[in-house]
C-alpha cells in the first residue's frame, strides 16, 4: 500500500458509487481500512458521504424485499418486512404474558448467546 496522504477530494471521490463497502472504497485509494476509517472521523464531509451511500444500498434492498415480499409473495420476506416495518402497527415479535396466580411472579429476561451462562 502506498504511504501517500489522500485528499479529501480523493476520499470524497473513492467513496462514490461504493455502495458503503469499505474494502472498496480502501482498494480505491490505495489504503488499509483503518486509514479509511482514520479518513471518515477526520473530515465529516466524506463520513456524510459514507453514509449516504450505505442508506442508498440499504433502500435498493428494501426495495427489493418489498418486490419479493408483497409483489411475488415470498412469505418469510413478508414477515421478515412486517416484523421490521410494521411495528407502530403492532407487527413484530414480542413476548406476552398472562399473569392469573394470586401471588407476585418475578420475571427474569436474560439477552445474550445461548452458550452464555447467567451470572451469579
Do not use: N
Amino acid at each position: 500500500m502506498s504511504q501517500t496522504k489522500r485528499t479529501m477530494e480523493q476520499v470524497l471521490k473513492a467513496i462514490e458509487g461504493s455502495k458503503g463497502i469499505k474494502t472498496h472504497i480502501a482498494s480505491r485509494l490505495d489504503v488499509r481500512r483503518e486509514t479509511l476509517d482514520t479518513y471518515l472521523r477526520r473530515w465529516p464531509e466524506c463520513q456524510a458521504a459514507y453514509e449516504v451511500e450505505v442508506e442508498v444500498i440499504l433502500d435498493q434492498a428494501e426495495s427489493k424485499l418489498y418486490q419479493l415480499a408483497i409483489v411475488e409473495g415470498a412469505e418469510r420476506s413478508l414477515h421478515f418486512l412486517l416484523e421490521r416495518k410494521g411495528r407502530s402497527r403492532g407487527y413484530g415479535k414480542r413476548q406476552e404474558l398472562a399473569h392469573t396466580a394470586v401471588q407476585p411472579t418475578e420475571v427474569i429476561v436474560r439477552i445474550g448467546k445461548p452458550s452464555e451462562e447467567p451470572s451469579s
